[in-house]
């Protein structure tokens, strides 16, 4: 076919190793995912409170379906937005202490929406916007603010005194500070109070923080920060449905005025299907049940038991008591061929190589939920450990190979 770059583009990943593919799922339940008539305990989805498979979620969604049909079967600014939307909306945002919040049909197109608004709200706008974020966002965030902003800076993973210099060396009007409440490969949190100091120095200053792994995880009600009094300083949160609530989608909420302006110029909202009125009535539910608590406390208790079994295995753990726990290999083939053994050995965990994670940082992402029984998680180990047995390996941050 003409455009030869496709072929050169897919050979130089293969040569790297670094080719990616897609898994066919047959059925996933309880924890357990089918792939290729395969059985395998999940520990790579981010279904961190079960709640995908939740009766009363499946309820909501099934009476959504019957009641708004298959779709919104349009841009919520023609006739998409129902009221399922707006009741979700504002739950959103009474739970990040915002006084408003709009939906969006993906996180991806949640942040691209953000950046591109404030950057470029049409094509001649000629206002000077600088983003900086942490070197660890999340790729939705990472190529927004590189197409759109007309300046972008990454700090030192966690290190808001780093993102001070950017600010003090640069000349743009605005400045977008961002930040994830749990990060999405590494699980650690953000410090916020190091990120809201930024705002002292500057009055044109924004502070955004991608809570996707923090909702439903971390703090009272789940609401994704230990304390949820900082919500006050935030201008812009975001967050994703696909993630702890167990359905689709995303949100942003912030003031009424920044709510109503990326209404106006937000081209991934106002150009798109708004989000199907069952999946906003079902994660409406989700959400009930992940204020809760029961959900939260499982998945804390599996977490804790990864990391004791872990620690008693001489398997290294990172700085992470989030849902995401990460083991570093490096080396993009051992990580895959750790995550084929372990395959072998009945247990999934996502295979993280580059571009996503840096070179040397490569991963086995393991993902802990409240669906997963104490088995499940000693079968992990077990796994683990006879990886580690079998191939000769060590786990941490140095250079390996199979
Ligand atoms: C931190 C973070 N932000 C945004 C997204 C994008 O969300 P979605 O999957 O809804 O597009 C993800 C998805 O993995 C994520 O991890």
Redesign the pocket.
């Known amino acids: 076919m003409p455009f030869g770059f496709i072929q050169d583009a897919l050979v130089q990943r293969e040569q790297g190793g670094l080719l990616r593919g897609v898994k066919t799922v047959t059925q996933q339940q309880q924890g357990l995912i089918q792939i290729d008539d395969k059985y395998l305990i999940n520990f790579a989805g981010n279904d961190y409170l079960g709640l995908s498979q939740d009766q009363d979620v499946l309820q909501s969604y099934t009476e959504g379906l019957a009641a708004f049909g298959a779709s919104s079967t349009a841009s919520p600014v023609v006739c998409g937005y129902h009221h399922q939307h707006r009741a979700l909306e504002s739950r959103l945002a009474e739970l990040t202490q915002q006084s408003s919040a709009m939906l969006f049909s ?3 197109a949640a ?1 691209q929406a953000i950046c591109q608004a404030l950057a470029k709200p049409f094509p001649n706008s000629r206002h000077s916007l600088g983003v900086v974020s942490d070197k660890l966002m ?1 790729a ?2 990472v190529e927004a603010a590189m197409s759109y902003a007309q300046g972008y800076y990454r700090f030192a993973h966690n290190q808001p005194n780093n993102a001070q210099k950017f600010i003090d060396n640069n000349q743009h009007e605005h400045y977008l500070i961002a930040s ?1 409440g749990v990060f ?1 490969m590494d699980g650690d949190c953000a410090p916020v109070s190091g990120l809201l100091a930024l705002k002292a120095r500057k009055n044109e200053i924004c502070v955004m923080l ?1 809570q ?2 923090a909702i439903g995880v971390i703090g009272k009600e789940g609401c994704g920060l230990e304390d949820p009094q900082q919500y006050d300083d935030i201008d812009i949160v975001m967050g ?1 449905f ?1 993630k702890s609530l167990g359905t689709q ?2 949100f942003v909420a912030g003031s009424s005025d920044l709510i109503l302006y990326l209404q106006n110029f937000a081209r991934h909202y106002v150009y798109s299907t708004a989000l199907c009125p069952a999946i906003a009535k079902a994660t409406d539910t989700a959400l009930t049940k992940m204020m809760t608590g029961a959900f939260r406390a499982s998945l804390h208790e599996n977490i804790e038991t990864f990391r004791r079994l872990s620690v008693a295995n001489d398997i290294e753990v990172s700085e992470s008591y989030s849902a995401i726990q990460p083991i570093i290999l490096s080396g993009s083939t051992s990580v895959i061929k750790a995550s084929e053994f372990l395959s072998d050995l009945g247990v999934l965990v996502g295979a993280i190589r580059t571009p996503t994670v840096p070179k040397n940082a490569e991963r086995l992402r393991i993902t802990l939920s409240a669906s997963h029984s104490k088995k499940d998680i000693e079968s992990l180990i077990d796994a683990l450990c006879i990886l580690r047995d079998k191939m000769k390996l060590e786990y941490g941050f140095r250079e390996r190979c199979i």
């Open positions: 993906s996180g991806f942040n999340h939705s965030f994830e999405s991608d996707a792994h994703t696909g989608g995303a």
